[in-house]
C-alpha cells in the first residue's frame, strides 16, 4: 500500500534553512508528480510545492525563490529545501501526490520558525 514518511523538520530561527525528505512507496513514484502540502494549526492544507515526473516544478507565491522542490527516482524521494525561513512557514508539512493526493497522509513533519 502507499506509505509517504515525510523527516528534516525541527526549530529554526527566522533565515535559516531546513531540507526536508519524503520517502515514498506502494505506487510508481517515478512517474506520479509530487507535492509538498503544509498546515498551519487552525488552518487548511495548502499545497506549497509541486514536481511533475518531467521535473517541472511550482510554487505557492508566498515561498517562491526560498524554497525548491526537487526528487530523486532512484531512492523514491522527494525533496523540498527551505531557506529565508519565516516564522509564518511554521506548520507540519506533508508530501503527497501533486493533482490527486492519495487517501492516505504520512505522519508529516513539523516545522517551527521562531527566535
Known amino acids: 500500500q502507499v506509505r509517504l514518511v515525510e523527516s528534516g523538520g525541527g526549530l529554526v530561527q527566522p533565515g535559516g534553512s531546513l531540507r526536508l525528505s519524503c520517502a515514498a512507496s506502494?505506487?510508481?513514484?517515478?512517474?506520479?508528480?509530487m507535492g509538498w502540502y503544509r498546515q498551519a494549526p487552525g488552518k487548511e492544507r495548502e499545497l506549497v510545492a509541486g514536481?511533475?515526473?518531467?521535473?517541472?516544478?511550482n510554487y505557492v507565491d508566498s515561498v517562491k525563490g526560498r524554497f525548491t522542490i526537487s526528487r530523486h527516482n532512484a531512492k523514491n524521494t522527494v525533496y523540498l529545501q527551505m531557506n529565508s525561513l519565516k516564522p509564518e512557514d511554521s506548520a507540519v508539512y506533508y508530501c503527497?501526490?501533486?493533482?490527486?493526493?492519495?487517501?492516505?497522509w504520512g505522519q508529516g513533519t513539523q516545522v517551527t520558525v521562531s527566535s
Open positions: 514536481i511533475t515526473s518531467a521535473f517541472n516544478t
Open positions: 506502494g505506487f510508481t513514484f517515478s512517474t506520479k508528480p
Open positions: 503527497n501526490a501533486l493533482f490527486t493526493p492519495y487517501p492516505y
